[in-house]
């Protein structure tokens, strides 16, 4: 009867260390100190299936090439060896798991060892130094059943456990990348427009006032065109931790689009002069961080910003109306250019309004072919025509003809300025093959046509010009493109590259409106360019001008120890020409010898 009670006694301690943790190592470990106790162990190993991920696993089919692996020891050292480096031990498990046994006593030197099976995928090894009673090993199945039971409950509560943890990573991953930035690290557009939602409601319950700041960030296209994307992306960075530095806990600083960067400021007050005042130490304090230098491997570079802003204290603004506001300002920032920021007024959106509706109109007045182009006689002090200038007319059919002044800005603001190009590219071409079949004077040698920034940018830019001048069979000799001296400030080299293949074909270069601009003398000698054109700005009043005077004479100097022509423009005044002559400048146009003239027109005064 006390055998009976004491393996009953055995049994019930076994069983209850089972089910004391989940986890599945405490588990174990609890169960072979136990068995220390009740069994009289000297040493107890637990050896179990393991995943590719050093898991333990449970497998109830067999396979006999697998092999267990330790998963925990009590006591964990045996001789000062942990019995996970013990191989000898490890090889016996295996060979008793391979077996396929239920249980086993072996001795191995003066060591004796009990294996029994736990389910169908571990060990369990008692080291003793007497055999374990018969009686005592019987009643150990229901044990290791229950033992191989919990395991497999443990292996899959830590499976689950792992996996809610992965799922809860993999969510919180979804959800940053669904509101930050993937480069900068900043909040998105998306998690922005959010905040600003939530800012409008606070403003209403709090009585405050709440400012979006846009940030558009300029000569930021040229550092990716020039250096590449992988500077660009390290200026963007280095731009986003200024502003978060700048901004700490003042607002919510996030990615807005590209190059641009928006700002959210809440609790401001309802007094606007307040208001105001903390929003332009803001905007300073921006514009100063971002005018920095920002310094790599690669190089040093300097950029500058345009801030357009928005306020808001109530609920008669939404979201997208504040946003398009801010962007407004920006843009109406960007193209006054000295106003680094500015808020954004009613008017704005009226201006922006009339903008693409002009806009719309050049695309119609492309369509309708509502474009011409009139010619500027050229003449010589001998009053003979040496040439003409092309120059667009728009004649608009509810506003008559439209000054360049308005619509070419306009359109170099889009593609709309390339198709204006090939439009008078062509109609140039055209114009000087009739002109070819006319008997000219021989004073008479070129048309000239404006080359726009966008045009010479393009890398086909000389193939397009050799195209339309073998498409209409002119000679060469009779086309004349005239580049401002400020577009020569992109690609220098692509430009002269060019102008070089135009200047082998036999097509002349110009360089207009010469002082106006930032030209350098370096790269100016190194250009084709057969002439310079005077400015009209230097050319009124030269007579009475000494500063006119003064830079005219500059320009003609220049040009003959450069072996270049030199021609004025805007002659108006007899004084203008008689002043022109005696500086030794001997070509000219301007309304003093004659107006742009129609096609038609200007034929007639040749044949005059």
């Known amino acids: ?63 006999h090439e697998i092999q267990l692996k330790h998963y925990v020891s009590f006591p964990m050292k045996k001789s000062g060896l942990l019995s996970s480096e013990d191989t000898k031990l490890f090889d016996l498990v295996n060979q008793f798991f391979q077996n396929n046994r239920d249980e086993q006593e072996q001795k191995v030197s003066s060591t004796l060892y009990h294996f029994f099976k736990i389910g169908d ?12 009673d018969q009686a005592i090993r019987n009643a150990l199945p229901p044990v290791l059943n229950k033992l191989a039971i919990s395991t497999i409950a443990a292996i899959n509560h830590h499976s689950l456990v792992i996996e809610i943890k992965t799922r809860q990573r993999v969510e919180e991953k979804i959800s940053y990348q669904a509101s930050h930035d993937f480069l900068t690290g900043l909040y998105n557009r998306m998690k922005i427009q959010e905040f600003l939602a939530s800012a409008i409601d606070d403003c209403i319950h709090q009585e405050q006032t709440g400012a979006i700041l846009l940030i558009n960030l300029t000569g930021f296209k040229n550092i990716n065109d020039v250096m590449g994307y992988h500077v660009g992306d390290e200026v963007l960075k280095q731009a986003a931790v200024r502003l978060k530095v700048l901004i700490k806990d003042m607002g919510i600083v996030a990615r807005f689009n590209g190059h641009e960067f928006i700002i959210l400021i809440e609790s401001l007050s309802l007094n606007n002069t307040k208001a105001q005042s903390i929003i332009n130490d803001v905007i300073a304090d921006i514009i100063y961080a971002m005018e920095i230098p920002f310094e790599f491997v690669e190089g040093r570079f300097s950029l ?15 979201v997208q109306d ?59 002090h ?45 109609q140039a071409c055209e114009d ?34 050799i195209l ?25 080299e692509l430009s002269i590259a060019c102008l070089e293949k135009l200047h082998d074909f036999g097509v002349e270069c110009a360089i207009d409106d010469f002082g106006t601009g930032y030209s350098s003398l ?35 100097k220049l040009a003959n120890s450069l072996n270049m022509e030199v021609i004025a423009e805007g002659v108006e005044t007899k004084q203008e020409l008689d002043s022109l002559i005696a500086l030794g400048c001997y070509q000219y146009q301007g309304f003093y010898f004659s107006r742009p003239l129609t096609f038609n027109k200007l034929v007639e005064s040749l044949e005059a």
């Not at 073998?470 to 220098?492: R, W, Y």
């Not at 830079?551 to 003609?556: D, E, F, L, R, T």
């Open 1 to 63: 009867m006390n055998i009976a009670m004491h393996i009953m006694s055995i049994q019930h301690q076994l069983v209850l260390a089972i089910d004391k943790d989940p986890d599945l190592k405490k588990m174990l470990h609890q169960f072979l100190s136990l068995c220390s106790l009740s069994l009289n162990s000297t040493n107890s190993h637990i050896f179990l299936i393991k995943d590719n991920n050093n898991n333990p696993a449970y497998q109830l089919n067999i396979n």
């Open 121 to 132: 995928f571990g060990v369990l090894t008692i080291e003793r130094e007497k055999s374990l």
């Open 304 to 318: 500058s910003c345009f801030i357009g802003y928005e306020t808001f204290n109530n609920a008669s603004k939404g």
């Open 322 to 380: 504040i946003l398009k506001n801010a962007s407004i300002a920006v843009y109406e920032a960007f193209k006054r250019g000295k106003d680094k920021a500015l808020p954004y007024n009613e008017v704005m959106s009226k201006q922006l309004n009339d903008h693409i509706s002009y806009t719309r109109e050049i695309k119609q007045a492309l369509a309708f072919n509502e474009f011409e182009l009139h010619y500027q006689p050229q003449y010589d």
């Open 382 to 426: 001998l009053n003979n025509m040496i040439g003409a200038e092309a120059l667009l007319r728009w004649n608009n059919p509810l506003r008559g003809y439209e000054s360049p002044a308005v619509y070419i800005p306009i359109a170099e603001e889009s593609d709309l300025i390339m198709q204006i190009s090939s439009y008078v590219l062509q």
């Open 432 to 465: 000087i093959r009739k002109l070819q079949q006319l008997p000219l004077p021989d004073t008479f040698k070129q048309v000239s046509i404006n080359i726009s920034a966008k045009q010479l940018a393009k890398h086909d830019f000389a193939d397009t010009i």
């Open 468 to 492: 339309a001048i073998k498409k209409n069979q002119i000679s060469p000799l009779h086309l004349k493109i005239e580049i401002t001296e400020s577009i020569m400030m992109g690609d220098i």
């Open 522 to 556: 370096a790269y100016l000698k190194r250009l084709p360019a057969s002439l310079l054109k005077i400015d009209r700005s230097f050319v009124t009043d030269i007579h009475k001008d000494p500063s006119n005077h003064a830079i005219a004479n500059m320009v003609i």
